[in-house]
Structures are given as C-alpha cells and as structure tokens.
C-alpha cells in the first residue's frame, strides 16, 4: 500500500533558526498537505499544495510540491517557541478521483528559547 | 465560523462495553473522514464519507467498528464491544469536496481499561 516516509522524526533547535522537513512517497501524488499539532488539539492545516513544483508560503512557512511529484518539503524560517509541534505530512493519491488522504509519521519540533 | 464538533472529548470504559463518538462537520462541507491516532501507528483513516454515503471503509480495523452518516450533519463511529487495544484518539474531520482539504476536530480520546 501507500506510504509516507517523513524526517527528520524530531528536531531540537534554537530559537531563531532555520527549520527544514520532508516527505517522500512510494507512488505519485495530486495533492500534498502540511498540517501542524499541539498537544491535546487536532491538526491544523498550515499549506496545500495541488500542482508539482509549486511553492507556496504562508508566513514564516514555506513548502514545495516535487517535481516528481513524489516528495514535498516544508520550511520554516526564524523559528520561535510557539512553533513547536509535531508536523504532519499528508498526501493523495494521483491516480484516480479518491478522496484518501495519508499521513506521514510526523515530526516532532521543540524550540529552545 | 464553527468548527467541527466532536464529543465526548473523553471517554474512559471497560472492555466489552459500546463506544459511541459523535462528530458534527463544518456546515456545506460535503466530505467526512474519521481517523484513529496511536503513538505506534499514527494517524490512520478509518472511514470516509461522501455526501452522507460511504465511499471507502476498508481502514475500518474489525467489524467491531461500525460508522454512520444518516445527515450532512451528523456522524457516529460506534465500538462493539470494545477492547483495550482500541485506545486511541479519534478524529473527525470535514472538506468542502472529496479532494479537497481537511478540517480536523479537538478529538475524542478513548481509554478502554
């Protein structure tokens, strides 16, 4: 079946630096999701991606959708404590009009001020 | 706006009773998912809906579990009868379309003892 690799599995950074994460697929994918979550909520929607090589930002967070349409990656520039989390990536399938959305293990990120 | 609504946030039980979740999806949103978060397997989808009718159960881990949409407002993930290993955290989540982006709730977390 489909899966989802995601790394780094946890981060532990200072405040102020650059954080970078990634998630590659076994098979091709039509749509790439990045969600965030903090303890004892659900996840929350941070970037969709819907067309290869497309960039989007939004805010602090910048992600991309492979060109190969098999990997997506997920930026943020000049962390702060409130981003930590644990990130999730999310993927579709590309070969037909299903609505199965998959998720990647996460990656744990904790900022130290 | 409201978000989707799910209930009870927790619930702790005995093995062999039944376990009723109940999840209300943002309004016009035609689309809903149930997923099941484990520290050992993530975030899983159990069950999706589309327009009230369900498209694909196949993540439904035993016939244990049963889901059911009788509105575009409502929904049940029901166990019967529960086990331990069934302690989780339940998501419910809606989207505008099948392929569209996903709107998690806070979730209901599970404790059968």
């Known amino acids: 079946g489909q899966q989802l690799n995601q790394s780094p599995q946890s981060m532990f950074i200072q405040e102020g630096e650059d954080v970078s994460m990634n998630c590659t697929s076994s098979s091709i994918f039509n749509t790439w999701l990045w969600y965030k979550q903090d303890p004892g909520e659900g996840p929350v929607l941070l970037i969709a991606l819907y067309k290869a090589g497309e960039l989007t930002s939004n805010g602090r967070l910048t992600a991309q959708f492979g060109i190969t349409r098999k990997d997506s990656f997920l930026n943020i520039s000049a962390s702060i404590p409130s981003d930590v989390g644990i990130y999730f990536c999310?993927?579709?399938?590309?070969?037909?009009?299903?609505?199965?959305?998959?998720f990647g293990q996460g990656t744990t990120l904790q900022v130290k001020p | 706006d409201a978000g989707v609504i799910q209930s009870p946030r927790h619930e702790v039980t005995e093995m062999g009773q039944e376990v009723t979740l109940r999840c209300k999806p943002i309004?016009?949103?035609?689309?809903l998912f149930w997923y099941r978060q484990t520290m050992m397997r993530g975030l899983e989808l159990l069950i999706y809906f589309n327009n009230n009718v369900p498209i694909d159960d196949s993540g439904m881990p035993e016939d244990r579990f049963s889901a059911k949409m009788p509105n575009a407002s409502f929904s049940t993930l029901k166990i019967q009868p529960s086990e331990p290993r069934d302690s989780a955290v339940y998501f419910c989540?809606?989207?505008?379309?099948?392929?569209?982006?996903?709107?998690f709730g806070e979730g209901s977390r599970l404790t059968v003892l």
């Open positions: 309004s016009g949103h035609n689309s």
């Open positions: 989540a809606s989207s505008p379309q099948l392929t569209g982006e996903l709107f």
């Open positions: 999310a993927g579709r399938d590309g070969s037909g009009n299903t609505g199965k959305l998959i």
